[in-house]
């Protein structure tokens, strides 16, 4: 009978073990009552610090907050670069990633993906007048972007005589381009727009050329949490049928948001 219940205890702390193991982020997230969230915090109209409040903003922030609400709970956020943030979500110091990140076949070794909730692709960043119009311009020069992104390595591919100067963040980058360490700032367009925009003198600058590449953005989640990656992918078709997605887009980028491109809608 001793032998039995002992028996019996190793099997149900097996049991437990196993189903606290399997417990997905929703639930950890809802016991804790806060959603970590990733994003950056100097890419300006994504995610960046508000001088006047000092408190983060941006595209990506809100889209933070319109899901840790929608899961009925605080959200906090962390800081994370182009660099550590795929490292920091699989060691899970953050539960989610909204961080103008794209979504990559390579990417989705260590983390998974939601849906498209953002499309963008890749220009340069110039000083007006400068005479570059075109990744063709840049053979033997200098170009600034930041390490881990795709855009250090399309510009690799769209012009193989550049020479790529990767800093930590985007601000860097532009440091330099105003400094004349580089001839160009290559990133997404949006970001581009965001540097331009924040400048003192945003005349002084153009973006230039045609897209060289597809950079369709999606919110990181933790690898095989299929529960959680369902309800981001859910939560994001109901910022976009209830309006939100629009109002955001245009808080953020200025404009409307352009016809003919959607978020991936799922019925109901
Ligand atoms: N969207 C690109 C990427 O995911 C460039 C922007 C960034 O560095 O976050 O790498």
Redesign the pocket.
Known sequence: MKRLSVVLALVLALVFSVSAANAGKMEEIKERGTLICGVKDSVNLFGFVDPDTNELVGFDVDICKYIASKLGVDVEFKVVT?KNRIPMLAQGSVDMLA????HKFSRDEKIDFSITYFMDGQKLLVEKGSGIMSTDDLAGKKVGT?K????EKNIKTAQPKAHVISFDEYPQAFQALKQGKVVAVT??SG?LAGLKAGDDHPENWEIVGEFFSA?P?GLGVPENDSDFRDFVNKTLNEMWLDGTYHQLFKKWMGYDLPAGWEIEQWPM
């Not at 961080?99 to 794209?102: G, H, I, P």
């Not at 881990?148 to 855009?151: A, K, N």
């Open positions: 182009s961080a103008t990140m794209t930041v881990g992104s795709t855009s990133t997404d970001i950079e953005y």
